[in-house]
């Protein structure tokens, strides 16, 4: 089983909402990835989790705010979003950060109004 | 200048022919090289996955690495028109407590039946 799932796959939210976007494996991967992509563009990395703990954050503004439960889910907390930030958020995961094959999930398309 | 270059294309070929595309990178650090495919509106799916550099082959796909020359390639025989998409090079390096992970900008494929 090479999935990883997300949910919703489509979300519409306004500027004060509060939202969040799940991602699930269970590959037994130790490494969780969020990414944001626009329209044409490639994936822009945006926190990394190695072994249930945050270890990179790409000065993300912190109305994203990431959460790993445990070792198979990933959370993406969101709140005072901007349209700006709406996009496909992507989930992938690898075994560990050095052998770092990843595995994307489909995304959630987020529509911010 | 960029660390990853890849062309956008859009590349259009026929039904049948040998597809090559490619990456260049200026960061010799980098260990890891992957291929994905994206659809429209879908998130990347990992198509190959090199360490070395040579050649690594799994069915109509063909991945090349020339680290001396810091060039990567992706081959496809024999295409298809369900192979229309955009490919996405990637590359990864894992250094003393840093972790970077640089995508392309992606080239649209166009096969034609």
């Known amino acids: 089983d090479t999935e990883v799932t997300q949910t919703p796959k489509h979300l519409v939210m306004g500027m004060t909402n509060k939202k969040s976007l799940k991602c699930e494996q269970h590959m037994g991967h130790r490494a969780m990835y969020w990414y944001k992509q626009k329209a044409k563009k490639p994936p822009e990395l945006m926190f990394v989790y190695s072994y249930e703990k945050l270890s990179i954050n790409e000065s993300v503004p912190s109305r994203f705010s990431p959460e790993c439960p445990n070792s198979s889910l990933l959370n993406l907390h969101l709140h005072a979003l901007q349209p700006e930030d709406s996009a496909l958020y992507l989930c992938?995961?690898?075994?560990?950060?050095?052998?770092?094959?990843?595995?994307f999930g489909p995304g959630t398309r987020l529509t911010v109004l | 200048q960029k660390e990853v270059e890849q062309d956008p294309g859009p590349l259009s070929v026929p039904e049948g022919a040998i597809v090559s595309l490619n990456c260049t990178y200026s960061n010799s650090a980098f260990q890891y090289f992957m291929w994905y495919r994206q659809y429209s509106r879908k998130g990347p799916e990992l198509l190959m996955y090199?360490?070395?550099?040579g050649n690594k082959e799994d069915g109509r796909f063909t991945a090349q690495v020339d680290k001396s020359s810091k060039y990567i390639s992706l081959f496809i025989r024999d295409s298809q028109p369900s192979d229309s998409a955009t490919y996405l090079c990637?590359?990864?390096?894992?250094?003393?407590?840093?972790?970077?992970?640089?995508f392309g900008s992606g080239t649209r494929l166009l096969v034609r039946p």
């Open positions: 090199t360490y070395s550099s």
């Open positions: 990637a590359m990864s390096a894992w250094g003393d407590s840093s972790y970077k992970l640089i």
């Open positions: 992938a995961s690898s075994q560990d950060l050095v052998l770092d094959t990843q595995y």
